[in-house]
């Protein structure tokens, strides 16, 4: 087995984010569709003989058991008894607190790696036990699938199964939202109206429908500059856009590269960073 493994780990998007309540663990019980897009962190991990070590590209991100990677790591050794190290090497790509799941993308490429390089072999529902505990979104990650319905915190994954695939613009304002301000902010819309359309999988229409956020309403009402950017992308590309997760990033959709490459044009030059992706 090698001693060395270099992945990249994709960001993601939310299309749909309804939250239902808060649990008792502290957390939010939520209805999510996740969307992996071609936007990446590279994580390489290099067998060492003991303890762990992490090293970021990105100043201000901890390097210690702060960072979901290097608990990743961690939680891994001690779940599956393992002896020997690992030094983690990330070169970031993906915007932090951005609402793009980077972080925890970046730890399930860990736990992935490290059951390789380690030469653990652990079956997927034991890895995705495992990323549980690190965070809320990192089990979508570990799933081979482009498009899934996340349940409970969003760590139960339903993959959504279709040949269907979008170009996005994502836009990244100059601020960054962390998750628990989000969330200890929301407050859930009422009724369920989408609940039965969104367990019934994919239909031709379905991904044009569902866009929805409900943590959209109280972040915009705090960072009214989110607002802003949506008008600005509506007027310059004609085109509805959403907050991705808990923010700050806003996307919108795109059936080919082509038709996003207008609203790419009439961002330059703002006060926003401009990613575009397509569906990985």
């Known amino acids: 087995m090698k001693g060395t493994i270099t992945l990249a780990a994709p960001a993601k998007i939310n299309l749909f984010l309804k939250v239902i309540g808060r649990r008792r663990d502290g957390y939010h019980n939520i209805v999510t569709i996740f ?12 067998k060492a003989p003991e303890g762990i070590s992490l090293h970021c590209d990105t100043e201000g991100l901890p390097h210690g058991e702060g960072n979901t990677a290097h ?3 961690g939680l891994m050794k001690k779940k599956f008894g393992i002896r ?4 983690i090497s990330i070169k970031k790509r993906i915007p932090v607190a951005a609402g ?6 970046d730890a399930a490429s860990v736990i992935s790696g490290l059951n390789k390089i380690w030469g653990i072999n652990a079956s997927l529902e034991a890895l995705i036990a495992v990323a549980a505990e690190i965070g809320s ?12 319905l996340g349940l409970g915190r969003g760590d139960k994954i339903m993959p959504i199964k279709t040949g269907r695939k979008f170009w996005h613009v994502i836009a990244k304002p100059s601020f960054s939202i962390s998750s628990k301000e989000a969330y200890d902010i929301v407050r859930p819309a009422r009724g369920d109206r989408m609940m039965p359309f969104l367990l019934k999988g994919s239909t ?25 950017l949506k008008s600005l992308i509506k007027s310059i590309g004609g085109r509805e856009s ?8 806003v996307f919108t959709t795109f059936n080919t590269r082509e038709e996003a490459s207008g609203l790419i044009e009439g961002l330059k030059g703002r006060d926003v960073k401009v990613f575009l992706a397509r569906t990985n």
């Open 35 to 46: 969307e992996k897009i071609g936007l990446y962190d590279t994580v390489t991990l290099k």
């Open 100 to 105: 793009l799941g980077g972080g925890s993308s």
């Open 71 to 73: 608990k990743a790591a």
């Open 242 to 249: 959403l907050m991705s997760g808990s923010g700050s990033c």
């Open 84 to 87: 020997s190290g690992v030094h």
């Open 137 to 148: 979104d990192v089990p979508f990650f570990l799933h081979d699938t482009h498009f899934a």
């Open 204 to 228: 031709p229409d379905y991904f044009d429908k569902i866009m929805y956020n409900d943590l959209e309403k109280e972040i915009i009402n705090r960072y009214p500059a989110i607002g802003r």
